[in-house]
């Protein structure tokens, strides 16, 4: 399988510091976060080729990159103006050749990549994409999930004031062909995945709950706290 790292972000809620750094290169413990994404995606060979789109000081994360250790099996694509996530989605369907893991950049994590690939793998007949779940400590920061006995999505709250649960969408998805479709149904180069594209999909849409650290960390307030919580890979400082 491929995969799309969504990271050409503006990062306004991190002022001043994504005023110089890509929100993607901001360091958690001394590592700049798309660093531990792609540690996360090939480190067991699990993931083939990911796809990175830039945007917001696109020549630094370009350069960081070029100077990684798996830079030659990153595919680097400019956007001149936001696509959003379905648009970007949508716009590198070549590269991708079936089955794609679409993840935001901004959210530091250590889930069970294998594990949630499995799940996908081995879905129910008629599911469209698998959702990576938390529990989270914000509820009304985040779309909230309400799910059956099966674990498919039966609704999906999109930051509410009263939300009903803490269960999240984590922002990572395995997608089929199908809603890379439902993108390209959309007559506009810019498109919302979690809000045109997805909520077309609910009842079909598996969710995989982690049970390993998850948090975004596109404010100051999540940047401190994942700084506290998170417990680096062994292997790095």
């Known amino acids: 399988m491929r995969a799309l790292l969504l990271a050409a972000g503006i990062g306004s809620r991190l002022r001043p510091i994504t005023e110089t750094i890509p929100k993607c290169l901001v360091p958690i413990h001394g590592r700049p976060l798309i660093d531990i994404w792609l540690d996360l995606l090939f480190g ?7 796809v990175i789109n830039t945007h917001h000081l696109a020549s630094k994360v370009e350069t960081h990159v070029k100077a990684s250790p798996w830079r030659g099996r990153i595919d680097l694509t400019y956007e001149p103006q936001l696509l959003g996530t379905g648009g970007t989605l949508k ?39 698998s959702m ?30 009263e939300p009903p649960g803490n269960l999240a969408n984590a922002a990572v998805y395995a997608v089929t062909p199908e809603v890379i479709d439902a993108t390209e149904a959309i007559p506009r180069a810019f498109v919302d995945l979690s809000t045109e594209v ?16 998850h948090r975004d960390i596109g404010n100051v307030e999540s940047l401190r706290l994942a700084h506290l919580q998170f417990v680096p890979p062994s292997g790095h400082p």
């Open 44 to 50: 067991k060979d699990l993931i083939e080729r990911v």
């Open 91 to 129: 716009a590198n369907r070549s590269l991708y050749g079936g089955d794609v893991l679409v993840a935001h950049a901004d959210n530091l994590t250590d889930f069970d990549l294998a594990g949630f690939l499995a799940a996908h793998q081995s879905r129910p007949a008629g599911i469209a994409l």
């Open 132 to 161: 990576l779940a938390f529990r989270t400590d914000d509820p009304r920061s985040c779309g909230i999930l309400e799910l059956d006995e099966r674990n498919v999505v039966g609704a999906f709250h999109e930051k509410v004031r």
């Open 198 to 213: 997805i909520p077309k999909f609910i009842g079909r849409i598996l969710a995989v709950e982690t049970s390993g650290f």
